[in-house]
């Protein structure tokens, strides 16, 4: 079962604060609108979550794991998992926060379905993550992208369902880790957004690629029988050079006329993607999902999944 919580959207015009970014950076960055939220980010992840449990058709007790995939910037709540946990009632989960930055939500589907695979005692499996920007320490735009805030959820479940895992890889360049420093006395006063990926990105789409072709690899299928790209809203000039170009993607494959909408949110953005699959109704059975993520450090997991049964079946467990 999948779920999300997306606030109002606003013009991506409504962006500019003391004149930044120009217009012309606004238009090559793609973004139309980009999503903001009144609620703190556990109150949209437990209302994502909530929504994915429904969906999968389990109830609480079923739940045996419970990750919250945390953000930077989320001082609401420093136990935001156990927040969820108590709104959902799942108090004999194992549940914990997984820090990894934007990759958290692609990582957590991945740590969970290990932590299944390691324990035939747990059913199902939930994963959620959120994020409300603090535009209060950063500004909205950085590097090229647009923050959105929102929140999204998916469950895990040994008993079939929409989805079916196939495999999973992740990478790593930590040499990067630079970016993420905290460069003053500031919260939030790291690097990345003054300095940029600019000079980056080649090293990080040699990263993807080799990610990409690994899970495909494990997956034995190949980009051209990807039928879906699930991404990170990172802005299309950043997709283009390290995703879409180097690995013959097309951009109307990919998730991006969604997140193009939303803004880059987080570790919700493959998650929000592969809800908006569902809600769309586009795939059938036997078509395959590829789901990218990727933090700041840098990190990033890469998973690849079958429809299992159509749209509009009953029972959407991600499985």
């Known amino acids: 079962g999948t ?5 109002s959207m606003r013009p991506i015009n409504d962006i500019q604060v003391d004149g930044v970014p120009n217009d012309h950076t606004i238009v090559q960055s ?13 109150v949209m992840a437990t209302r994502a979550a ?19 995939a945390a953000i930077i910037g989320d001082a609401h709540h420093f136990a935001p998992v156990c927040h969820v946990q108590r709104v959902l009632r799942a108090p004999d989960a194992l549940a914990f926060e997984l820090s990894a930055a934007s990759n958290g939500g692609t990582q957590g589907i991945a740590v969970a379905a290990n932590l299944m695979t390691a324990d035939a005692s747990v059913k199902a499996a939930l994963v959620c993550t959120a994020y409300r920007h603090p535009i209060d320490i950063i500004s909205r735009w950085s590097s090229g992208m647009v923050f959105g805030d929102g929140a999204a959820a998916a469950v895990l479940s040994r008993d079939g369902g929409m989805v079916r895992l196939i495999s999973g890889y992740h990478g790593s360049l930590p040499e990067l880790e630079v970016l993420a420093r905290n460069r003053s006395n500031e919260r939030l006063g790291f690097v990345l957004p003054d300095v940029g990926l600019g000079k980056y990105l080649t090293a990080i789409a040699r990263m993807y690629q080799a990610v990409i072709a690994q899970v495909l690899e494990e997956a034995q299928t190949s980009i051209a029988e990807i039928d879906y790209f699930g991404l990170i809203g990172i802005g299309i000039p950043s997709l283009t050079a390290t995703i879409l170009e180097p690995n013959g993607i097309p951009v109307n494959k990919t998730s991006w006329g969604l997140l193009r909408q939303m803004g ?18 586009v795939l059938k059975r036997g078509d395959k999902v590829l789901l990218l993520g990727g933090g700041v450090g840098y990190r990033l997991t890469c998973i690849v999944a079958e429809i299992a049964m159509n749209p509009g079946v009953p029972g959407h467990s991600t499985s």
């Open 3 to 7: 779920g999300r919580f997306i606030p």
């Open 30 to 42: 793609d973004y139309i609108s980009f999503t903001e939220a009144d609620e703190p980010a556990t």
């Open 50 to 68: 909530t929504e994915a449990l429904t969906t999968s058709e389990l109830v609480s007790a079923d739940v045996g794991v419970l990750i919250y």
């Open 264 to 281: 880059h949110v987080g570790a919700c953005d493959p998650l929000l993607s592969l809800n908006h699959l569902f809600e769309q109704n």
